[in-house]
């Protein structure tokens, strides 16, 4: 979708579209998407559905690839911050009768908080240690949220409002969508800035970034904030989704699969995780109503997909499709 | 350096190992004497079986730096085989229970299910890591770290869809009384699970010490250049300890069987907890794994017991995040160079 | 010959620093292989000892291809590579060191045979012996490497920049031993920083520039030849 390297072009449009960081490639992908749950046989309920919640992991995938792509540590506690932004807006909702439109942001400022805490404790260490450190973080809150059952009502569930007084899915697929392309825009056009190269400096080599006048710590900081507010956003989208909220949502294997479809549609892209969390969760579901006499055969294909793209194409679709198609669309 | 004894010892207290040993032993005390024996002995025998576990895992790491997230999986591959192979004599013990036949067949199907996580660790070796080690050795301790996440879900999903979810766990062992050690009754079972971690454990120990492929796995974990430039088969050594790691967790499985039923997730637990004992040991201190096993092992039973389980998560790893805060290398160092961005 | 390299080029990832580089050493020679910083010198040592791929070239020992083999193959077969970083096993004593030295000597009585020989040229490692190699100074360390080397009793010794980071006098030892070695029969190359010293005690040299060989002939007429002496000597 961006347009990373090309040379700046003449005003117009493209200089527009270059603003907003779209290619046209992208812009199209976007209109099929504003457009899709409208036509057959992506208007019935259930499709609408899949759509939404292949929207919702791509923006958590665009979130975690901010951190992960970018100052190189894989927040392995993502899905609990995530899911400390759901319970966050889900119980001021109950007790104080908040609106979920008001909530989700919230969610946001709180899983921001824990992000800033993370980001300043990880920041002396090094990648794989920092990883660790957000996972431990993550696995005490999951706890925290399982056994403090007066406030979360631990594994039966606490039933939050919703957004809308519909059951249908259609009016929720467009806020996911408008949610998606908010954190592809902060993300990208942070990215873009002086700010988005000290990220890409840290990520590579933290030691020649200091001595050329970045500032890690702050960086990291900063960084790890922004995508943890992003997550505790999307968390609180969740929530008042899905109406129901479990501990389950906070565990490890949550964070895997937004992680798989990040590194699966590329680091480092922002797009790459946004396009494929599409098909990806369409295949997935799809595998998943036909073959239900074979459960868990889709889990296996996306891990072997992850292991596959780690091991033969480690830039993932993102490298794929810059290597095959973004040359060609230069030339022309 | 100094040679007093009284000065070293009063230095080794002053050290964050020193200080969190005495606290540890302790703080297990004070607690055997407020609620009972069964506190230390619960700690020892989980603590025993967590360091088989942890002790792979820091050798993964400190030899291959690899991160190794599947490692809980070969523990579940280790319940899964222990339980095929010892339900069909299951039958055969009850009807000859006190015979020898009896005493060594659960061995068997222990140590059967040891060599499978062996043979395990091979093929994960040839067919995953050799791999990638061959394509790219750069940002590998990611890279490698995200395709464990990758096999883990492989893994796990394979055993849901070829054995399926439910539990497949057997009643024990070793049949009869339970033994009575400082008044506490404790099953054979357990009594056994210990016996053969310290086993395991001593047995590891001694061959990293004095033979020569031990020496030339040490070796490769200081420094792989030198281990090259001085003759250590490279691959044949990496080869060598995943495959020990692989079979070392699947022991440990085997032998908690009767704890632990097989089910596809069973390795989790295992798995976080091992995490905190390598990070709390500091990365690829294999020894310091052992030690940190035992009080990874306490700080769970203690929380179980004063606060109720369910926080058994929760409070060790706030603990261990607040010691990683003043210590970063863990409680006994690491060995491998660099845990902070130099 | 004992060691042939024919045409090698070599380098790391896409990034060629060796072209075309050609050298034979004959056994019982002592060569060395100067060159200004960056030329390859070290390169070249370590594509000899297998820790880096050739990208074009063979290299014979014995007369047998050696090319493309690893590290561990390499060793061996009787080369010994000494590296600039040493590459120590900074855990393990001084005396577990040296014996991970003889990792390919099976032997236990040769083993010991070549401890006391290690022992017996650098005094100071005996009296180290149990301390951990990771504590000792810059020049001890450096004698352990040499002397780790020597360990699996090498019949040809790659010694890269044996005297970088020592002080003069332990220069001096370093050097003094390397004599020692050659004299007990080693094949050495030597790659040095000090020009001078290098030349006086070396029989032939070669001149690597830019990864490429500009000169090569005996170590007294590299000394006086001009090029040489405007490059490297100052003079």
């Given at each position: 979708?961006?347009?990373?390297?090309?040379?700046?072009?003449?005003?117009?449009?493209?200089?527009?579209?270059?603003?907003?960081?779209?290619?046209?490639?992208?812009?199209?992908?976007?209109?099929?998407?504003?457009?899709?749950?409208?036509?057959?046989?992506?208007?019935?309920?259930?499709?609408?559905?899949?759509?939404?919640?292949?929207?919702?992991?791509?923006?958590?995938?665009?979130?975690?690839?901010?951190?992960?792509?970018?100052?190189?540590?894989?927040?392995?506690?993502?899905?609990?911050?995530?899911?400390?932004?759901?319970?966050?807006?889900?119980?001021?909702?109950?007790?104080?009768?908040?609106?979920?439109?008001?909530?989700?942001?919230?969610?946001?400022?709180?899983?921001?908080?824990?992000?800033?805490?993370?980001?300043?404790?990880?920041?002396?260490?090094?990648?794989?240690?920092?990883?660790?450190?957000?996972?431990?973080?993550?696995?005490?809150?999951?706890?925290?949220?399982?056994?403090?059952?007066?406030?979360?009502?631990?594994?039966?569930?606490?039933?939050?409002?919703?957004?809308?007084?519909?059951?249908?899915?259609?009016?929720?697929?467009?806020?996911?969508?408008?949610?998606?392309?908010?954190?592809?825009?902060?993300?990208?056009?942070?990215?873009?800035?002086?700010?988005?190269?000290?990220?890409?400096?840290?990520?590579?080599?933290?030691?020649?970034?200091?001595?050329?006048?970045?500032?890690?710590?702050?960086?990291?900081?900063?960084?790890?904030?922004?995508?943890?507010?992003?997550?505790?956003?999307?968390?609180?989208?969740?929530?008042?989704?899905?109406?129901?909220?479990?501990?389950?949502?906070?565990?490890?294997?949550?964070?895997?699969?937004?992680?798989?479809?990040?590194?699966?549609?590329?680091?480092?892209?922002?797009?790459?995780?946004?396009?494929?969390?599409?098909?990806?969760?369409?295949?997935?579901?799809?595998?998943?109503?036909?073959?239900?006499?074979?459960?868990?055969?889709?889990?296996?294909?996306?891990?072997?997909?992850?292991?596959?793209?780690?091991?033969?194409?480690?830039?993932?679709?993102?490298?794929?499709?810059?290597?095959?198609?973004?040359?060609?669309?230069?030339?022309? | 350096?100094s040679n007093n004894p009284t000065v070293s010892a009063v230095e080794w207290f002053k050290s964050a190992a020193g200080l969190t040993i005495s606290l540890a032993v302790i703080a297990a005390l004070a607690a055997t004497i407020d609620r009972g024996p069964y506190i230390l002995v619960n700690t020892v025998v989980t603590g025993g079986m967590l360091s088989l576990v942890a002790m792979g895992l820091a050798l993964v790491f400190g030899v291959m730096n690899i991160p190794m997230f599947a490692h809980g999986?070969?523990?579940?591959?280790?319940?899964?085989?222990?339980?095929?192979?010892?339900?069909?004599?299951?039958?055969?013990?009850?009807?000859?229970?006190?015979?020898?036949?009896?005493?060594?067949?659960?061995?068997?199907?222990?140590?059967?299910?040891?060599?499978?996580?062996?043979?395990?660790?091979?093929?994960?070796?040839?067919?995953?890591?050799?791999?990638?080690?061959?394509?790219?050795?750069?940002?590998?301790?990611?890279?490698?770290?995200?395709?464990?996440?990758?096999?883990?879900?492989?893994?796990?999903?394979?055993?849901?869809?070829?054995?399926?979810?439910?539990?497949?766990?057997?009643?024990?062992?070793?049949?009869?009384?339970?033994?009575?050690?400082?008044?506490?009754?404790?099953?054979?079972?357990?009594?056994?699970?210990?016996?053969?971690?310290?086993?395991?454990?001593?047995?590891?120990?001694?061959?990293?010490?004095?033979?020569?492929?031990?020496?030339?796995?040490?070796?490769?974990?200081?420094?792989?250049?030198?281990?090259?430039?001085?003759?250590?088969?490279?691959?044949?050594?990496?080869?060598?300890?995943?495959?020990?790691?692989?079979?070392?967790?699947?022991?440990?499985?085997?032998?908690?069987?009767?704890?632990?039923?097989?089910?596809?997730?069973?390795?989790?637990?295992?798995?976080?907890?091992?995490?905190?004992?390598?990070?709390?040991?500091?990365?690829?201190?294999?020894?310091?794994?052992?030690?940190?096993?035992?009080?990874?092992?306490?700080?769970?039973?203690?929380?179980?017991?004063?606060?109720?389980?369910?926080?058994?998560?929760?409070?060790?790893?706030?603990?261990?995040?607040?010691?990683?805060?003043?210590?970063?290398?863990?409680?006994?160092?690491?060995?491998?160079?660099?845990?902070?961005?130099? | 010959?004992?060691?042939?390299?024919?045409?090698?080029?070599?380098?790391?990832?896409?990034?060629?620093?060796?072209?075309?580089?050609?050298?034979?050493?004959?056994?019982?020679?002592?060569?060395?292989?100067?060159?200004?910083?960056?030329?390859?010198?070290?390169?070249?040592?370590?594509?000899?000892?297998?820790?880096?791929?050739?990208?074009?070239?063979?290299?014979?020992?014995?007369?047998?291809?050696?090319?493309?083999?690893?590290?561990?193959?390499?060793?061996?077969?009787?080369?010994?590579?000494?590296?600039?970083?040493?590459?120590?096993?900074?855990?393990?004593?001084?005396?577990?060191?040296?014996?991970?030295?003889?990792?390919?000597?099976?032997?236990?009585?040769?083993?010991?045979?070549?401890?006391?020989?290690?022992?017996?040229?650098?005094?100071?490692?005996?009296?180290?012996?149990?301390?951990?190699?990771?504590?000792?100074?810059?020049?001890?360390?450096?004698?352990?490497?040499?002397?780790?080397?020597?360990?699996?009793?090498?019949?040809?010794?790659?010694?890269?920049?044996?005297?970088?980071?020592?002080?003069?006098?332990?220069?001096?030892?370093?050097?003094?031993?390397?004599?020692?070695?050659?004299?007990?029969?080693?094949?050495?190359?030597?790659?040095?920083?000090?020009?001078?010293?290098?030349?006086?005690?070396?029989?032939?040299?070669?001149?690597?520039?830019?990864?490429?060989?500009?000169?090569?002939?005996?170590?007294?007429?590299?000394?006086?030849?001009?090029?040489?002496?405007?490059?490297?000597?100052?003079?």
């Amino acid at each position: 979708m961006e347009i990373a390297n090309t040379a700046p072009q003449a005003g117009g449009l493209s200089g527009l579209l270059e603003k907003v960081c779209f290619t046209p490639a992208g812009l199209v992908g976007l209109a099929v998407l504003i457009v899709l749950p409208l036509i057959p046989p992506f208007n019935q309920e259930y499709l609408v559905r899949w759509l939404v919640q292949a929207a919702f992991i791509a923006a958590l995938s665009v979130a975690f690839d901010f951190t992960a792509g970018y100052i190189n540590i894989v927040n392995f506690g993502f899905c609990a911050i995530m899911g400390l932004g759901a319970y966050t807006s889900a119980i001021l909702g109950l007790r104080t009768g908040l609106s979920p439109w008001v909530g989700i942001w919230t969610g946001a400022v709180t899983a921001a908080a824990l992000g800033f805490v993370i980001g300043l404790i990880t920041l002396r260490l090094r990648g794989i240690f920092a990883a660790c450190l957000a996972w431990f973080f993550g696995l005490a809150l999951m706890g925290l949220a399982t056994k403090m059952v007066w406030l979360t009502r631990g594994p039966l569930g606490l039933r939050a409002p919703r957004l809308f007084e519909t059951s249908s899915n259609v009016p929720y697929y467009y806020v996911i969508l408008a949610m998606l392309l908010a954190t592809y825009l902060v993300t990208r056009l942070l990215v873009k800035t002086k700010m988005g190269l000290a990220f890409q400096a840290i990520g590579q080599n933290m030691e020649a970034a200091r001595t050329s006048g970045v500032n890690p710590v702050y960086y990291r900081i900063v960084n790890f904030t922004l995508s943890c507010a992003l997550a505790g956003w999307l968390g609180g989208f969740y929530a008042h989704y899905y109406g129901i909220l479990t501990p389950d949502m906070m565990h490890t294997s949550k964070t895997v699969e937004v992680l798989a479809v990040a590194y699966i549609g590329g680091r480092g892209s922002l797009w790459g995780g946004a396009v494929i969390a599409f098909p990806f969760i369409f295949a997935m579901e799809l595998v998943r109503s036909s073959l239900s006499s074979l459960p868990g055969l889709n889990l296996i294909i996306y891990g072997l997909l992850l292991i596959l793209v780690m091991i033969y194409y480690s830039g993932g679709f993102a490298e794929f499709y810059n290597q095959h198609f973004r040359k060609k669309e230069a030339r022309a | 350096m100094s040679n007093n004894p009284t000065v070293s010892a009063v230095e080794w207290f002053k050290s964050a190992a020193g200080l969190t040993i005495s606290l540890a032993v302790i703080a297990a005390l004070a607690a055997t004497i407020d609620r009972g024996p069964y506190i230390l002995v619960n700690t020892v025998v989980t603590g025993g079986m967590l360091s088989l576990v942890a002790m792979g895992l820091a050798l993964v790491f400190g030899v291959m730096n690899i991160p190794m997230f599947a490692h809980g999986e070969y523990f579940m591959i280790g319940t899964l085989v222990a339980y095929y192979v010892f339900t069909p004599m299951n039958g055969y013990i009850d009807q000859h229970t006190g015979t020898l036949a009896a005493a060594l067949l659960p061995l068997v199907a222990i140590i059967v299910a040891g060599l499978a996580g062996g043979v395990m660790g091979v093929l994960t070796e040839k067919l995953v890591f050799s791999n990638l080690r061959k394509r790219s050795r750069e940002n590998w301790v990611m890279n490698s770290f995200l395709l464990t996440v990758g096999l883990s879900v492989v893994l796990i999903n394979l055993h849901q869809l070829i054995f399926g979810t439910e539990f497949k766990g057997i009643v024990g062992y070793w049949r009869g009384a339970p033994l009575s050690i400082m008044d506490v009754f404790i099953s054979r079972d357990r009594c056994m699970a210990f016996v053969l971690a310290a086993v395991m454990v001593t047995a590891f120990w001694l061959f990293m010490t004095y033979t020569r492929t031990g020496r030339a796995i040490r070796a490769v974990s200081q420094d792989e250049t030198g281990a090259l430039i001085v003759g250590i088969d490279l691959n044949g050594i990496l080869l060598l300890t995943m495959s020990m790691s692989c079979a070392l967790a699947a022991f440990a499985g085997a032998s908690l069987l009767f704890m632990y039923p097989s089910y596809p997730s069973v390795g989790l637990e295992p798995l976080y907890m091992a995490w905190f004992v390598v990070i709390l040991a500091g990365l690829g201190n294999v020894l310091g794994a052992v030690v940190g096993a035992f009080i990874v092992a306490l700080l769970k039973v203690l929380t179980v017991e004063y606060i109720g389980s369910g926080w058994e998560f929760v409070v060790p790893s706030v603990l261990i995040i607040i010691i990683l805060i003043f210590k970063p290398s863990g409680i006994f160092g690491s060995e491998v160079r660099g845990i902070l961005d130099k | 010959m004992l060691l042939e390299v024919k045409k090698i080029d070599a380098g790391y990832g896409f990034l060629q620093i060796l072209r075309k580089v050609s050298l034979e050493i004959d056994k019982g020679e002592y060569v060395c292989l100067v060159g200004p910083n960056g030329a390859g010198k070290s390169t070249t040592l370590k594509t000899i000892a297998g820790l880096i791929k050739p990208m074009a070239g063979e290299i014979l020992f014995e007369g047998h291809p050696i090319t493309g083999l690893p590290g561990n193959k390499v060793a061996r077969r009787g080369i010994s590579y000494v590296s600039e970083e040493m590459n120590l096993f900074v855990n393990m004593t001084v005396q577990e060191n040296l014996y991970m030295g003889a990792y390919t000597v099976r032997d236990k009585k040769l083993q010991k045979e070549r401890l006391d020989f290690v022992y017996n040229l650098f005094p100071r490692l005996a009296e180290r012996r149990g301390q951990l190699a990771g504590t000792m100074s810059g020049g001890e360390r450096k004698m352990l490497a040499i002397g780790r080397g020597m360990m699996s009793s090498p019949t040809l010794m790659l010694v890269d920049e044996p005297s970088f980071g020592l002080a003069p006098q332990l220069t001096e030892t370093v050097f003094d031993s390397l004599e020692i070695l050659r004299n007990s029969g080693v094949t050495i190359m030597l790659v040095e920083q000090n020009v001078t010293k290098t030349l006086e005690v070396t029989d032939r040299g070669y001149v690597l520039e830019n990864g490429r060989i500009q000169l090569a002939g005996k170590s007294s007429d590299l000394a006086s030849d001009p090029h040489v002496r405007k490059v490297f000597l100052g003079v």
